[in-house]
């Protein structure tokens, strides 16, 4: 397209958001108007993409972080002929593809789902080094930015990453219209502000007025021709551009055009111009996956080992026999034993450094070219991240989550180092899977098993080391359990995961000692519970105990719960977990301090079953 057209083009896709924020009576129109000579130059001239191939290994990648502005992305899906002017008017309609913010789930030609702000260039930054690192084909990764966006601390974890490992493939359009949801932003149109901040985080950075499509064409080809750092554009915009009942006012976010069909006359009318959208470049296909023989590490009954060890040796293992596993790391790998599998493939182990934020929002963009992400920090960190995991569920990706120093077992490093809410964070994902393995070998076969799962898959370990438990050779399926004592004359049963297994047999002989039965339940599935092995339980011996090393509040004792809403007699339940804040101490003085030690275990079953007596 030449320059004219290009300027029609943007003009169309600005009637094209009116249109589509009219037919739902929602939207963001105006900040879909301030990006559309950006998208128009991007679609013309730059974004090399096959949209009946989604999926072909050369195609360039383009993320829309300011995720609201959807109406302009389908207007040029459009323009491209992705989708026809049928389904543009059907915008955030029930069973449309085009959501209000939009996902991979409905659309082949999303990358990620946005909308929570500060996501997209995380996720790019993930895209951008599985191009330059691993692909290593020569796409480019465009990330459509907002200025408002630019409050969030995730945008700039990942300016910091993405000049740390020179990402010349990754260009930042960052939209400066000013205006936010509820007035000016931060720096209003002040792009040299911006670009000090850039520029300090090692980015090249080009200044341009957004609406002159020459400039924007030039700045795009500066962005493809620069070398050894990303590149981001600054364009300065004005919001609703182009309705002067409307431009560069406030008042107007989230809303569609008050005179709709005014608008679109003051625009030009509706045109329909097809755009030619550059086509990729030959591209061997996305790595293949190595299927050699998964030699997963082994102990002995009554070895000792920690179950972070075991994710670190099983991990390396894993890595070796598929080539589709990639390793991140908060840097705490010595303590996550993420170690082991970057000492045995570097090229595959990405050090995203105390960014936990960025190391999800990584971990996203790997997977979305077909990796096999595990990303790995303390439990309590992982909590920074929740908005990107959350997110993650949302784009229906998988990736997998390991938290370890979990609960107050970790001991002296005292309650900021503890994760004690992290269950109930990740039970909360929706479609998610979380496991915590009690021994080593239960935690290899595990890992084995995550990599195989669907969404997002999260690996509680443990710091301490604990006697092995379960045979090399034993299988752990996902929904399961394993009653590790059991007899006819059980009065109760302790429901047990990770740490809190040993004390439970701890008791169970103890209080076998003194003539008092309990069945023990290693729940090593705490999502989804083995529901069938639960009501067993429950009817064979009355009353669930339940002991977790984590706060009360959707851990173990709501997994147990959720085996009984069906609307079948809940039995009696007593949970054990930590109630109080924890200070300093030895992990077992913490878990006696808890109350979930064994000691503390045999107090509570012999209580319970006193009064079980006396009734």
């Given at each position: 397209?030449?320059?004219?057209?290009?300027?029609?083009?943007?003009?169309?896709?600005?009637?094209?958001?009116?249109?589509?924020?009219?037919?739902?009576?929602?939207?963001?129109?105006?900040?879909?108007?301030?990006?559309?000579?950006?998208?128009?130059?991007?679609?013309?001239?730059?974004?090399?993409?096959?949209?009946?191939?989604?999926s072909h290994p050369g195609n360039d990648r383009f993320v829309l972080s300011k995720g609201h502005a959807s109406p302009l992305l389908y207007a040029a899906y459009k323009a491209?002929?992705?989708?026809?002017?049928?389904?543009?008017?059907?915008?955030?309609?029930?069973?449309?593809?085009?959501?209000?913010?939009?996902?991979?789930?409905?659309?082949?030609?999303?990358?990620?789902?946005?909308?929570?702000?500060?996501?997209?260039?995380?996720?790019?930054?993930?895209?951008?080094?599985?191009?330059?690192?691993?692909?290593?084909?020569?796409?480019?990764?465009?990330?459509?930015?907002?200025?408002?966006?630019?409050?969030?601390?995730?945008?700039?974890?990942?300016?910091?990453?993405?000049?740390?490992?020179?990402?010349?493939?990754?260009?930042?359009?960052?939209?400066?219209?000013?205006?936010?949801?509820?007035?000016?932003?931060?720096h209003g149109h002040d792009l040299d502000a911006y670009a000090r901040r850039f520029r300090a985080f090692g980015w090249h950075t080009v200044e341009i007025d957004g609406h002159?499509?020459?400039?924007?064409?030039?700045?795009?080809?500066?962005?493809?021709?620069?070398?050894?750092?990303?590149?981001?554009?600054?364009?300065?915009?004005?919001?609703?551009?182009?309705?002067?009942?409307?431009?560069?006012?406030?008042?107007?976010?989230?809303?569609?055009?008050?005179?709709?069909?005014?608008?679109?006359?003051?625009?030009?009318?509706?045109?329909?111009?097809?755009?030619?959208?550059?086509?990729?470049q030959v591209a061997r296909m996305l790595h293949a996956v190595r299927a050699g023989h998964l030699d997963l590490p082994r102990w002995e009954k009554g070895d000792e080992a920690?179950?972070?060890?075991?994710?670190?040796?099983?991990?390396?293992?894993?890595?070796?026999?598929?080539?589709?596993?990639?390793?991140?790391?908060?840097?705490?790998?010595?303590?996550?034993?993420?170690?082991?599998?970057?000492?045995?493939?570097?090229?595959?182990?990405?050090?995203?450094?105390?960014?936990?934020?960025?190391?999800?929002?990584?971990?996203?963009?790997?997977?979305?070219?077909?990796?096999?992400?595990?990303?790995?920090?303390?439990?309590?960190?992982?909590?920074?991240?929740?908005?990107?995991?959350?997110?993650?569920?949302?784009?229906?990706?998988?990736?997998?989550?390991?938290?370890?120093?979990?609960?107050?077992?970790?001991?002296?490093?005292?309650?900021?180092?503890?994760?004690?809410?992290?269950?109930?964070?990740?039970?909360?994902?929706?479609?998610?899977?979380?496991?915590?393995?009690?021994?080593?070998?239960?935690?290899?076969?595990?890992?084995?098993?995550?990599?195989?799962?669907?969404?997002?898959?999260?690996?509680?370990?443990?710091?301490?080391?604990?006697?092995?438990?379960?045979?090399?050779?034993?299988?752990?399926?996902?929904?399961?359990?394993?009653?590790?004592?059991?007899?006819?004359?059980?009065?109760?049963?302790?429901?047990?995961?990770?740490?809190?297994?040993?004390?439970?047999?701890?008791?169970?002989?103890?209080?076998?000692?003194?003539?008092?039965?309990?069945?023990?339940?290693?729940?090593?599935?705490?999502?989804?519970?083995?529901?069938?092995?639960?009501?067993?339980?429950?009817?064979?011996?009355?009353?669930?105990?339940?002991?977790?090393?984590?706060?009360?509040?959707?851990?173990?004792?709501?997994?147990?719960?959720?085996?009984?809403?069906?609307?079948?007699?809940?039995?009696?339940?007593?949970?054990?977990?930590?109630?109080?804040?924890?200070?300093?101490?030895?992990?077992?003085?913490?878990?006696?301090?808890?109350?979930?030690?064994?000691?503390?275990?045999?107090?509570?079953?012999?209580?319970?079953?006193?009064?079980?007596?006396?009734?």
């Amino acid at each position: 397209m030449n320059t004219p057209e290009l300027i029609e083009l943007g003009q169309q896709l600005r009637v094209d958001s009116v249109r589509a924020a009219a037919a739902a009576g929602s939207g963001h129109p105006t900040s879909s108007m301030s990006a559309a000579d950006l998208m128009a130059v991007l679609l013309a001239r730059r974004l090399r993409y096959d949209f009946e191939r989604p999926s072909h290994p050369g195609n360039d990648r383009f993320v829309l972080s300011k995720g609201h502005a959807s109406p302009l992305l389908y207007a040029a899906y459009k323009a491209a002929r992705a989708i026809d002017d049928a389904e543009l008017l059907t915008f955030r309609t029930l069973d449309s593809r085009l959501e209000g913010h939009p996902t991979p789930r409905r659309l082949p030609w999303v990358e990620t789902a946005t909308g929570s702000l500060g996501q997209g260039l995380p996720v790019g930054v993930g895209i951008a080094l599985s191009g330059k690192r691993l692909d290593r084909v020569g796409y480019r990764v465009w990330v459509l930015c907002g200025d408002s966006e630019l409050a969030e601390g995730s945008i700039w974890e990942a300016a910091e990453h993405a000049s740390y490992e020179g990402l010349d493939n990754l260009t930042a359009i960052v939209d400066v219209n000013r205006l936010g949801q509820r007035g000016p932003t931060r720096h209003g149109h002040d792009l040299d502000a911006y670009a000090r901040r850039f520029r300090a985080f090692g980015w090249h950075t080009v200044e341009i007025d957004g609406h002159d499509v020459e400039a924007v064409e030039r700045a795009y080809g500066e962005a493809v021709s620069t070398t050894g750092q990303p590149t981001v554009i600054l364009a300065r915009t004005l919001k609703g551009k182009g309705v002067a009942s409307v431009q560069d006012r406030e008042g107007l976010h989230g809303k569609p055009l008050p005179d709709a069909d005014e608008a679109i006359e003051e625009l030009g009318g509706v045109r329909d111009l097809r755009v030619e959208v550059p086509q990729p470049q030959v591209a061997r296909m996305l790595h293949a996956v190595r299927a050699g023989h998964l030699d997963l590490p082994r102990w002995e009954k009554g070895d000792e080992a920690a179950t972070r060890d075991a994710y670190g040796q099983a991990l390396a293992a894993l890595g070796s026999s598929r080539a589709d596993v990639v390793a991140l790391d908060g840097e705490v790998s010595d303590s996550t034993r993420a170690e082991f599998f970057a000492k045995e493939h570097p090229e595959r182990f990405f050090e995203c450094y105390i960014a936990e934020q960025q190391l999800v929002g990584a971990a996203v963009g790997l997977a979305t070219r077909g990796w096999v992400p595990f990303a790995s920090s303390f439990a309590a960190f992982l909590t920074r991240a929740h908005d990107f995991v959350r997110m993650a569920a949302v784009s229906g990706v998988g990736i997998n989550l390991v938290g370890s120093h979990a609960g107050v077992a970790i001991g002296e490093d005292g309650p900021s180092q503890m994760g004690v809410e992290d269950l109930a964070m990740l039970r909360a994902v929706h479609g998610s899977t979380v496991l915590y393995p009690c021994d080593a070998n239960q935690t290899a076969a595990l890992v084995a098993t995550m990599a195989d799962l669907d969404g997002i898959r999260y690996l509680r370990t443990s710091r301490g080391a604990m006697p092995v438990l379960y045979g090399p050779g034993e299988e752990f399926p996902v929904g399961g359990s394993k009653v590790l004592r059991r007899s006819t004359d059980d009065r109760l049963t302790v429901v047990a995961a990770g740490v809190t297994v040993h004390e439970a047999l701890q008791a169970a002989d103890a209080l076998a000692a003194d003539g008092i039965a309990v069945r023990v339940v290693d729940l090593y599935s705490v999502k989804p519970v083995d529901r069938e092995t639960l009501r067993e339980a429950a009817e064979e011996t009355g009353c669930l105990v339940t002991v977790e090393d984590h706060h009360p509040e959707g851990g173990i004792g709501d997994a147990v719960l959720d085996a009984f809403l069906d609307g079948r007699p809940t039995p009696r339940l007593v949970r054990l977990a930590v109630r109080d804040m924890p200070g300093s101490a030895t992990p077992a003085e913490q878990l006696h301090a808890a109350g979930i030690d064994a000691e503390s275990i045999v107090a509570a079953v012999k209580l319970l079953v006193e009064n079980a007596v006396v009734r």
